[in-house]
């Protein structure tokens, strides 16, 4: 590994390492900071970019297996679970899954709500019609 290669995985590294830090928010912001010199526009689609990279992923399972597990509270460990899946699954509808599951983990201690609709019959509704306007 050249110098420069070593250079950008340690930066990739900081990046994996805030971005957990920060419950996978802010990507653009954490990247802002590892490359102060990106210009407006590159920050709307590099940090994403870095996301896809082979090298970004290489780095990113690294962090993880560094991070103490034992430290970490039940909301981190199931986000980076669900980051791993999300990832790495071989079936495609898992990864799916666990990117829907990823995307509501800011309602992950909300209250459960049930909708109840009650759905009426065409020929009801017509009935409802021709009493309303014959009425």
Known sequence: MTKNNKIAYLKYKGIAKDWIKNRFNDIQVIYSSYYPQASKDSLDTEPYRLLDSVRFKEAFKEVIDELDVGELDLVKTSLLVLYKEATTA?????RT???IWLGKTGAIFTEKQEIKQEVTNSSDIDALIKKRYND
């Open 90 to 94: 071989k079936n495609s509808s898992d």
């Open 97 to 99: 899954t666990a990117a």
